[in-house]
């Protein structure tokens, strides 16, 4: 039987994967209207990431016999001045998800459960990626500067689908 303080964690770790995938659905369609079909992509791509990320949650849950639910979720943001500060906020979100996993993981020690432990190491190198990604995105952003530069990343992204 899985200890009542992690399951506990990691069922609140269900809830910010779906936050964080609303919020990346938010920042896509943000984008579409913004004529930025690439940015939309990716966001989209995101967002399907962190279901998928949830739903592992989820399973991992029912697996150790603990019925995972969701948390009452605010809102997401719907309104950003620019590209820049859309992707600066993505990169911010990809940086609370690694703290969050690491916390996890730090509290799985903590109990002495290492299936959680173990189970937590596979979400460590994606998630180190997704962090790297969007600091890259950002960085390009920065780079850009103007319109054309945006609609370069753009067609960029949007071939990566
Ligand atoms: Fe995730």
Do not use: C
Request: hydrophobic letters at 40%.
């Amino acid at each position: 039987m899985i200890q009542d303080a992690i399951a506990k964690a990691l069922n609140d770790h269900v809830s910010v994967e779906t936050s964080s995938a609303i919020a990346y659905l938010s920042m896509a369609s943000w984008a579409e209207i913004q004529g930025l079909s690439g940015f939309a992509a990716h966001f989209k791509t995101e967002a399907t990431g962190e279901l998928n990320h949830m739903q592992q949650f989820i399973t991992y849950l029912n697996n150790r016999d603990y019925q995972a639910t969701f948390n009452a979720m605010p809102a997401p943001r719907s309104e950003w001045d620019s590209v820049e500060e859309v992707v600066a906020h993505a990169y911010e979100m990809e940086i609370e998800l690694t703290t969050q996993i690491n916390n996890l993981v730090a509290k799985a020690r903590e109990h002495n459960d290492y299936f959680t432990e173990a189970f937590l190491n596979g979400f460590i190198p994606q998630q180190i990626t997704d962090q790297a990604e969007a600091e890259e995105l950002l960085k390009r952003v920065r780079m850009a500067k103007d319109g054309q530069g945006l609609l370069i990343i753009d067609q960029h992204l949007g071939a990566k689908g």
